[in-house]
C-alpha cells in the first residue's frame, strides 16, 4: 500500500480498480489507477456504493469504478472511497446482473437472432416442484445400488413388540 500524503477533498473523482471485495463482511480494497494516488490500496465499504434501486451492494474482482474519497480521522482505515459508482456514472456489475438474466438470446450461425426466451427463476426463489411418491408404510420397495441394478423388493420386517 502507497503511503502518499496527497490531500484530495471529497469532489475529486477517481478510477479504480477492484483489488478484492468481500460480499458477505461488505467490504474490500480498490486500486487507483488514475491520478495522484495511483497505485495505491482504498478501502471501500458497502455503505459507499451508490445504486440506483434499493439492492444487495457489492463489487466484483476486476471490475472498473469510478469514486470520491472521504479523509476519516478516528477509523483503522483514514481514507475511504465513497460514491461508488460504474465509469462516467454509469452501473456497476452488481446493478447489471439481474438485466442480463432476465432474456436469454439464441443466435444462428450466421449472426442473427434466432430466438429469445425468458431465463428460468433461480431455485431460491420459486417454491420447490412436487416429487412422486416414495416408499410408503406397508408398501414394497427395492434398494438401489451405484452399479445401477435393483434388488429384490423387500417387504419391511415387523417389529417384535406385534
Known amino acids: 500500500m502507497s503511503t502518499d500524503t496527497v490531500v484530495t477533498t471529497s469532489g475529486d473523482r477517481f478510477i479504480g480498480r477492484v483489488k478484492w471485495f468481500n460480499n458477505k463482511a461488505g467490504y474490500g480494497f480498490i486500486t487507483v489507477t488514475t491520478g495522484p494516488k495511483e497505485g495505491s490500496d482504498i478501502f471501500v465499504h458497502h455503505s459507499g456504493i451508490s445504486v440506483v ?15 470520491s474519497i472521504d479523509l476519516l480521522k478516528d477509523s483503522t482505515h483514514e481514507i475511504q472511497a465513497v460514491k461508488v459508482s460504474g465509469i462516467n456514472g454509469g452501473k ?4 447489471t446482473r439481474r438485466e442480463f438474466r432476465q432474456t436469454r438470446v439464441s443466435y444462428k450461425s450466421d449472426g442473427k437472432e434466432e430466438s429469445s426466451e425468458p ?9 420447490p416442484k412436487p416429487r412422486g411418491t416414495g416408499p410408503r408404510e406397508g408398501s414394497d420397495w427395492s434398494v438401489v445400488r451405484g452399479s445401477g441394478k ?8 415387523a417389529s417384535k413388540d406385534e
Open 150 to 157: 435393483q434388488s429384490k423388493p423387500r417387504k419391511p420386517v
Open 53 to 67: 434501486s434499493e439492492q444487495y451492494k457489492y463489487l466484483v474482482q476486476g471490475e472498473y469504478i469510478e469514486f
Open 119 to 127: 431465463v428460468k427463476v433461480p431455485r431460491s426463489v420459486r417454491a
Open 92 to 95: 456497476l456489475m452488481c446493478e
